[in-house]
C-alpha cells in the first residue's frame, strides 16, 4: 500500500522559476513531515520538514505548504537554480512509532540555465 | 561530523550468489536504518535497530535477507541468495534522539 503519492514524476524548470512537488497521505497518524534532496550517487538528504500544526514553513528559497484537512503537502523551490536539479522525495513518519520513514515515489527536478 | 560509511559503493553479482553491504554510522547515533531504493522509486525500509537490537524488521525479507548490528555500532545486511529483483541501491542511514536522519551514500547492486 503506497501510503504517500508524490506528483510529478519530473518537472522541467528555467532558472529563475518555481518548482512545485505535491504529496498526499493516507495515513492521520503521520505526525512529521519532511522533504529530502538526493543527487546522483549520494544518498537523500534532508532539505526542509514541517509539523501538522503548522501550515507554511519557509526556510530560504524553500517553502512547504501544508493542508492537514486535505492530508496534502507541497515543496516549493523559488528562484529555482541549476545547481537545484535533482531528486527530490517527500516522506512520512509516525515520530512514536521509531521515526521511521515512508517515501514518496520521487521527483526528478530539471533547471534549465 | 563524519557522515555515515558505506561500502563497497558498487557490486555487481550473479543471482543466486551471495553478498554483504556494511555500514559504519555517525558516531553515538543509537539508531541504525537500512533501507531499499529501486530505480525510480522512493527508499524503502528493510530494518531498524536501536542499538544491537531490532525495532523493526517487517518489511525485510527474511527468507533471503539478513542483518546485524554488532556491539551497537557498525552494522551488516547480507542477501542469500540473491535474485534480479534485489538490484537497488542499498542506504544506511543513522540518528539520534531529537535529531533527522543521515544517508550514507549507498551500495549499488546490480544483480544479473
Known amino acids: 500500500q503506497q501510503q504517500v503519492k508524490q506528483s510529478p514524476q519530473s518537472l522541467i524548470v528555467q532558472k529563475g522559476g518555481i518548482s512545485i512537488i505535491n504529496c498526499a497521505y493516507e495515513?492521520?497518524?503521520?505526525?512529521?513531515f519532511p522533504w529530502y534532496q538526493q543527487f546522483p550517487g549520494k544518498g537523500p538528504a534532508l532539505l526542509i520538514a514541517?509539523?501538522?500544526?503548522?501550515s507554511e514553513k519557509k526556510e530560504g528559497r524553500f517553502t512547504i505548504s501544508f493542508n492537514k484537512s486535505a492530508k496534502q503537502f507541497s515543496l516549493h523551490i523559488m528562484d529555482s537554480q541549476p545547481g537545484d536539479s535533482a531528486t527530490y522525495f517527500c516522506?512520512?513518519?509516525?515520530?512514536?512509532?521509531?521515526?521511521?520513514?515512508?517515501f514518496g515515489g520521487g521527483t526528478r527536478v530539471l533547471v534549465k540555465p | 561530523e563524519a557522515g555515515v560509511a558505506q561500502s563497497p559503493r558498487y557490486k555487481i553479482i550473479e543471482k543466486r550468489q551471495s553478498v554483504a553491504f556494511w555500514c559504519n554510522p555517525i558516531?553515538?547515533?543509537?539508531?541504525l536504518y537500512w533501507y531499499q531504493q529501486i530505480l525510480g522509486q522512493g527508499p524503502k525500509l528493510l530494518i531498524q535497530?536501536?542499538?544491537?537490537?531490532?525495532?523493526?524488521d517487517s518489511q525485510l525479507p527474511k527468507d533471503r535477507f539478513s542483518a546485524e548490528r554488532l556491539k551497537g555500532v557498525d552494522s551488516t545486511l547480507k542477501i542469500q541468495p540473491a535474485k534480479l529483483e534485489d538490484s537497488a541501491v542499498y542506504l544506511c542511514?543513522?540518528?539520534?534522539?531529537?535529531?533527522?536522519?543521515?544517508f550514507g551514500s549507498g551500495t549499488r547492486l546490480t544483480v544479473v
Open positions: 516522506a512520512a513518519e509516525i515520530k512514536a512509532a521509531g521515526n521511521k520513514l515512508t
Open positions: 514541517i509539523r501538522p500544526d503548522v
Open positions: 542511514a543513522s540518528s539520534s534522539e531529537g535529531r533527522g536522519y543521515t
Open positions: 495515513n492521520t497518524a503521520f505526525d512529521y
Open positions: 558516531s553515538g547515533h543509537a539508531t
Open positions: 535497530f536501536q542499538n544491537n537490537g531490532v525495532v523493526d
